[in-house]
């Protein structure tokens, strides 16, 4: 099934810096979701945005829903310890009771 | 908060074995889906239910069987495990119909097939 591109794949930062991370596909999207998953857990929904240009913000953590519908970005700022994981960004290109496409994934690992 | 529980955490099976997992979700939630997370894969869809007693394949149901009987219980069966089965296993569930589309998952059961 098609995955949404999702880029870094994995990031190495140390403590304080602020994060981007992105989500895109060839098609449109009318929801994206964002989700963090720790080590042996499962995903855990951050962010959901609904409209296009829409910014929403959890904390320090804040996610774009892409002008165009088919991107969306998350950004994390002055990270901390606790960030560590995987992020994955999920759409739904129709509404109503369609499943959702999930992207690859970004490890976020903090250099001490 | 919705509450999605898979029933064990770690499972060590032979190969062979008939196995079943176990999920629960206690939001009255139409949908519910079984996932398999490998390094480097993604989040993969087995199967997945949009209401009691229905299912549909996803894009690896070989090797894998669901059943719905109740509305909050989502089983996930292999028939017959295998080592390359070994994986990550997330049961999610949503609101279904024209509600919310966000999935909520469980804790995952990590299997191993030896």
């Known amino acids: 099934g098609q995955q949404l591109n999702q880029s870094p794949q994995s990031m190495f930062i140390q403590e304080g810096e602020d994060v981007s991370m992105n989500c895109t596909s060839s098609s449109i999207f009318n929801t994206w979701l964002w989700y963090k998953q720790d080590p042996g857990e499962g995903p855990v929904l951050l962010i959901a945005l609904y409209k296009a240009g829409e910014l929403t913000s959890n904390g320090r953590l804040t996610a774009q829903f892409g002008i165009t519908r088919k991107d969306s970005f998350l950004n994390i700022s002055a990270s901390i310890p606790s960030d560590v994981g995987i992020y994955f960004c999920?759409?739904?290109?129709?509404?109503?009771?369609?499943?959702?496409?999930f992207g690859t994934g970004t490890r976020l690992t903090i250099i001490p | 908060d919705v509450k999605v529980t898979q029933s064990s955490r770690y499972l060590v099976k032979r190969t062979g074995e008939k196995v079943f997992l176990e999920c629960v979700q206690d939001?009255?939630?139409?949908?519910m889906f079984w996932y398999r997370q490998d390094p480097g894969l993604g989040l993969r869809l087995i199967y997945f239910s949009y209401d009691v007693k229905m299912k549909e394949k996803g894009d690896i149901p070989e090797g894998y069987s669901v059943s719905r009987e109740k509305k909050e219980r989502f089983s996930l069966i292999l028939e017959s495990a295998s080592t390359n089965q070994t994986s990550m296993y997330l049961c999610a569930s949503s609101e279904g119909g024209t509600g919310r589309p966000e999935a909520f998952f469980g804790q995952g059961t990590r299997l191993t097939v030896v």
């Open positions: 999920a759409g739904q290109r129709n509404f109503g009771n369609e499943k959702l496409t």
């Open positions: 939001m009255d939630h139409e949908n």
